[in-house]
């Protein structure tokens, strides 16, 4: 399912910003941990929504996302890239698999028709397992209750959510759109090196 790097939209002339999304345990931190560390001039932040479930949430999300698109668009003359641990397509997942009491998909969609008209290399990155036994052991973490109520079959319904909206965002020009199995870890870093031009031409 991963793209072809031929298919990459890539402009040398101007900075990126890499968005990793997934079910917990596909390894999302670790990945962008490690493109922090290897691209120069970037920044990574780890977004998680608001805690507020509620249809009052609906309101507290859209400010939220709104502003920190702001931000990026004030950022494309600042000669830096970004790098986000989930951004606001977590939020209309969650969504819509029922997480949360409202619906967002208008907010969403008006979002993504934003992103995909910022000045930069636009890289959405979706992690899952074709194993997705596998999440017996990665959902085995030493983190706090709240994130540890994760079954395998909650995983698999996000991954498949998360997988369709692949999908649907394949139709936007400048949004490149890669998929990355991460059963194997050392096969996904060589992949992303493949498919991720900022960081092949600081490796070379």
Not at 19 to 47: D, H, W
Not at 100 to 119: G, H, I, M, R
Request: aromatic share 16%; hydrophobic share 30%.
């Amino acid at each position: 399912m991963t793209n072809n790097i031929n298919e990459i939209k890539y402009d040398n002339n101007k900075k990126s910003i890499i968005v990793f999304e997934g079910p917990q345990g596909v390894g999302k931190t670790g990945f962008a941990n490690y493109c922090r560390e290897i691209m120069p001039y970037s920044n990574l932040l780890r977004l998680s929504g608001t805690s507020d479930k509620t249809k009052t949430g609906y309101d507290k999300a859209k400010k939220m996302y709104e502003q920190w698109y702001n931000m990026l668009k004030s950022s494309e003359q600042w000669d830096i890239n970004w790098i986000f641990d989930r951004y606001f397509f977590s939020e209309e997942l969650f969504c819509r698999n029922g997480y949360k009491q409202y619906t967002w998909s208008d907010v969403y969609w008006d979002l993504v028709n934003k992103f995909n008209e910022t000045k930069f290399n636009l890289f959405v990155i979706f992690l899952y397992l074709e194993q997705t036994e596998l999440y017996r052991e990665r959902l085995k973490r030493n983190k706090p209750e709240a994130y540890n109520n994760m079954t395998i079959n909650e995983s698999v319904k996000q991954q498949d959510a998360y997988l369709k909206m692949a999908e649907e965002l394949k139709s936007y020009n400048n949004i490149n759109v890669i998929t990355i199995p991460t059963d194997d870890f050392n096969i996904a870093y060589q992949k992303l090196h493949k498919i991720l031009p900022p960081l092949e031409t600081k490796i070379k």
